[in-house]
């Protein structure tokens, strides 16, 4: 059991990564200090506060090329995860910090 949460916990590390550089050479984007967010939306799944982490079961997000996944997401404030709770609808912002993309705010939806 060990081994597939080594192996998840890759597959989730490249997968950042990868929408990390999909981001970053996005045509047109000006890398030069502060970068658009792009939004998303999804389910939480799993709260990691230890590590600063929220798993997410999330639509796409066409901003920056990502199809619709379940992933952990860092978070930039590990004080964004208090008021989020597994099973809840949210939406969220992701944005460029250093090499890390990472999510800058994140919110319940009401439900309907």
């Known amino acids: 059991m060990k081994i597939f949460d080594t192996l998840r916990a890759v597959a989730h590390a490249c997968l950042l990564a990868a ?8 045509s047109g984007m000006n890398m030069d200090g502060a970068m658009a967010a792009a939004s998303g939306s999804g389910i939480v799944r799993a709260i990691d506060a230890g590590h600063g982490t929220v798993t997410l079961d999330a639509g796409p997000i066409a901003a920056i090329g990502m ?45 309907r």
């Open 67 to 111: 199809d619709a996944m379940t992933m952990a997401y860092p978070v930039h404030s590990k004080a964004l995860l208090t008021r989020l709770r597994v099973g809840e609808k949210v939406r969220f912002t992701l944005a460029q910090h250093g090499d890390s993309l990472q999510i800058d705010s994140i919110e319940a939806v009401a439900a």
């Open 19 to 26: 929408a990390s550089a999909s981001l970053a050479h996005a």
